[in-house]
């Protein structure tokens, strides 16, 4: 090959079918269905996962906030020594509550009955009514 045989790359158009001349009766497009038609614009494959999201923002996670285990005062003092620690892993072990899907919950003591003894409170909230029921007997 020499330089004056090369010649530039021919760019090749879309065959536009369908407007008469030499192509036949049906122009290279085959008889009848969707694909003869006119104006044949299918649905992308993707329109139809992309309606099946929600419009709204945050539809992947849950709304609801975990929900809290109440325990109330008369329990714990039957299950407690004075002194000793409450918090959600001495429940657990003591078995007044459970785990939750494999989880330890959140605690909330609640002011049912009364407390006769001194114990140390962590990790657990605690109502306003069972904080001064514990001030009391410090």
């Given at each position: 090959?020499?330089i004056h045989e090369i010649?530039p790359?021919a760019?090749s158009?879309r065959?536009r079918?369908?407007?008469?001349g030499?192509r036949?009766?049906?122009?290279g497009?085959?008889?009848?269905g969707?694909l003869?038609?006119s104006?044949?614009?299918?649905?992308p494959i993707?329109?139809s996962?992309?309606?099946?999201?929600?419009?709204?923002?945050?539809y992947?996670?849950?709304?609801k906030?975990?929900?809290?285990t109440?325990?109330?005062l008369?329990?714990i003092?039957k299950?407690?020594?004075?002194?000793?620690v409450?918090n959600?892993r001495t429940?657990?072990?003591?078995?007044?509550?459970s785990k939750?899907?494999?989880r330890?919950?959140?605690?909330?003591i609640?002011?049912?009955?009364?407390?006769?003894?001194k114990?140390?409170?962590e990790?657990?909230?605690?109502?306003?009514q069972?904080?001064?029921?514990i001030?009391?007997?410090?």
């Amino acid at each position: 090959m020499q330089i004056h045989e090369i010649q530039p790359k021919a760019r090749s158009t879309r065959k536009r079918v369908g407007r008469g001349g030499k192509r036949g009766t049906y122009s290279g497009k085959g008889m009848k269905g969707q694909l003869s038609r006119s104006g044949n614009n299918r649905e992308p494959i993707i329109r139809s996962l992309v309606k099946r999201y929600h419009k709204l923002r945050g539809y992947r996670f849950n709304p609801k906030q975990a929900v809290a285990t109440s325990v109330t005062l008369e329990v714990i003092d039957k299950n407690f020594k004075a002194g000793e620690v409450v918090n959600p892993r001495t429940l657990i072990e003591k078995k007044v509550i459970s785990k939750m899907k494999n989880r330890i919950p959140i605690v909330k003591i609640l002011s049912n009955g009364e407390l006769t003894k001194k114990l140390v409170f962590e990790g657990c909230k605690l109502s306003k009514q069972t904080e001064e029921k514990i001030n009391k007997i410090k």
